[in-house]
């Protein structure tokens, strides 16, 4: 006997559809083109420097600079580019941004050989004119609704092609066409395509867009449906002038927008506007000025920090300045000397003086090294000085009240060099220290950071009255201008050596009919309570906080206990140093 067995046939499954993917290409990417005009007039420049790297080191988008201290570049912009604010004949313009452009809507859907045209003309008088089409596609793709009557397999989404042309028509009949041919691919959604290209012939022109492929709605939906519809959306018509922009410094910024949600924020660390400042002035690193001999009173045209010097070109500039009415003749350059001396006397920071610990080496040889318990406080670029030495032993080549430059720091040792000859290394006799690292000194070497007394770091945005714009810009070195005998003439409020010493036996008392002593030799007086103010509450600009006010508060100690609580708000202008916002809160004090 036997048994049998009943077979079941198999069902063959439909094939699986093919669905293309997004071609990147296809993918829309606008660009932000931004010029910023920084300053008015010639600056010095970045602050890292003209070369690239220097310039994506100042430069800041979002707050970020573009090239980080590390040296790695964040989002490359597509264009940077800075204009140092020179007369037209020594600045050029910035290639494909001389343009100024007029943008026509038209938002009109192209039909397959239905022209869509759009007139424009000269906005500008005649000249050199050129076009900028922009199209919108809902998407490029079709898909195969039922593979028995249309190509691929059911579920299919294939690759598109659409044709379409592009040209114009002068106003004497001529017809120039930029644009004829395809785009292909596949883009499940929204994406644009421009066209940019010159206008020739005579204004005005008609520009029109012509689709010759077949409409989508053409197409059987039960078979196949189409998605590749576009709208000519608007043309830009741009007049071509070469402008340079001149005596303006400019930043130039292109910027890509899928970098970026929205466009960034761009800020700049600038060396500044150059100004007038004499000829025996030498500029430092930090734009403070070393003098040196007898000044004969003519100057030079450089960059400075110095308030003294960018007051008087405030003064005496005619552009942007008040030197369409007063001449150089009427401001007394010689009380600008002065204080700009007493501006620029190094003068140590706050917190940065620091004790080289109970031990401190420097060993012989060069270059100049120093060695301590530690040296933290201390980066390189810092100018110092050895503010102290006293019962201590200082190396023989180095000397207090010298300014140094420090070119390298770890956190045991600092390497320096003199201010006034950078790149020549110190050679140490090795004869200074303060004990060893087993037993301690009673005294120890104290090296601090200095800075200019006074520095001007400001940009002016707005205009105002002239004569309360100096008055604030002169307040930066506790100063004042006032005019005498025709003369503008800058005072400062500084301590200074007396002139003439008063005493009972140079003045006078008074004395009434009796005899008796009515008023003595001096009278005394002070101010009122209410005036008296305990507290100052300093706010100043802080480069390490993006330049962002930030507050300090200083208090005197024992009027706090004879009044208490009295606060004074006190805003410095153009001070980015700590230091120098806390001594002008003690001199308010």
């Known amino acids: 006997g036997g048994s049998s067995r009943s077979s079941q046939p198999k069902i063959k499954e439909p094939p699986k559809p093919v669905i293309a993917q997004d071609d990147p290409a296809l993918k829309s990417i606008s660009f932000a083109k931004l010029q910023f005009l920084v300053c008015e ?3 010095e420049g970045p602050a890292y420097g003209s070369t690239k790297e220097g310039l994506e080191k100042s430069v800041y988008l979002d707050n970020t600079p573009i090239r980080d201290a590390a040296g790695d570049v964040n989002p490359q912009p597509e264009d940077l580019v800075f204009s140092y604010g020179r007369p037209e004949d020594l600045q050029s313009p910035v290639p494909d941004y001389n343009t100024q452009v007029d943008t026509i809507g038209v938002n009109k859907l192209c039909e397959q050989d239905a022209p869509v045209s759009q007139l424009i003309t000269e906005f500008e008088g005649p000249g050199s004119y050129s076009a900028l089409v922009l199209l919108t596609f809902e998407a490029l793709q079709i898909s195969t609704v039922d593979g028995d009557r249309a190509p691929g397999n059911t579920g299919d989404v294939r690759t598109y092609a659409v ?6 028509v002068d106003s ?3 017809t120039r066409t930029p644009f004829s041919g395809s785009v292909s691919g596949k883009f499940s959604s929204t994406f644009q395509r421009s066209h940019e290209f010159q206008l020739e012939g005579v204004a005005p022109w008609t520009v029109r867009v012509t689709r010759k492929t077949r409409d ?10 189409a998605r590749s519809a576009f709208n000519y959306s608007s043309v830009g018509v741009a007049f071509n002038e070469a402008t340079s922009y001149e005596n303006s410094s400019v930043l130039t910024v292109g910027v890509r927008a899928d970098n970026y949600e929205q466009i960034p924020n761009i800020s700049i660390e600038l060396k500044g506007l150059k100004v007038e400042i004499p000829t025996n002035a030498t500029v430092q690193a930090d734009g403070s000025l070393k003098y040196s001999g007898i000044w004969d009173g003519t100057f030079k045209t450089a960059w400075t920090s110095d308030p003294a ?27 600008l000397y002065e204080i700009s001396q007493y501006c620029n006397e190094p003068v140590p920071k706050a917190g940065q003086s620091v004790r080289l610990g109970d031990y401190s080496d420097f060993p012989a040889g060069s270059p100049a090294t120093i060695t301590a318990a530690t040296t933290d406080n201390f980066k390189v670029g810092d100018t110092v000085q050895f503010i102290e030495a006293s019962g201590a032993n200082l190396d023989s ?3 207090t009240g010298t300014d140094y430059i420090v070119t390298a720091q770890t956190s045991t040792t600092v390497q320096v060099e003199l201010a006034s000859a950078p790149g020549t290394p110190i050679t140490l006799a090795g004869d200074g220290g303060t004990g060893s690292a087993n037993t301690p000194a009673p005294a120890a070497i104290v090296m601090g950071v200095v800075e200019p007394r006074f520095s001007c770091n400001l940009l002016l945005q707005s205009s105002g009255e002239a004569w309360t714009v100096l008055q604030q810009v002169s307040s930066i070195f506790r100063g004042m201008v ?23 036996s140079n003045t006078i008392e008074e004395f009434d009919d009796s005899g008796q002593v009515s008023q003595g030799n001096f009278t005394y007086s002070g101010s009122a309570r209410r005036a008296r103010r305990t507290v100052c509450l300093v706010s100043w600009d802080d480069p390490d906080n993006n330049w962002e006010p930030r507050i300090e508060c200083v208090a005197d100690s024992e009027a706090l206990k004879d009044f208490g609580y009295r606060s004074v708000d006190l805003r410095v202008l153009g001070v980015t140093s700590r230091s120098q916002a806390l001594r002008a809160a003690n001199w308010t004090l």
Not at 163 to 168: A, G, W
């Open 397 to 399: 080549a180095l000397s």
């Open 309 to 335: 010097w960018c007051l008087r070109d405030l003064i005496l500039n005619e552009r942007y300045g008040a030197g369409e009415y007063i001449d150089v003749n009427f401001v007394d350059q010689w009380s």
């Open 216 to 225: 989508d709605d053409t197409y059987d939906p039960n078979a196949e449906v």
């Open 41 to 43: 007039g010639d600056v």
């Open 172 to 174: 004497i009949g001529t």
């Open 163 to 168: 044709t379409y042309i592009v040209d114009y």
């Open 482 to 504: 006032y005019y005498a005998s025709s003369i503008a003439v800058v005072a400062q409020d500084k301590e200074k050596d007396a002139i003439f010493t008063f005493n009972e």
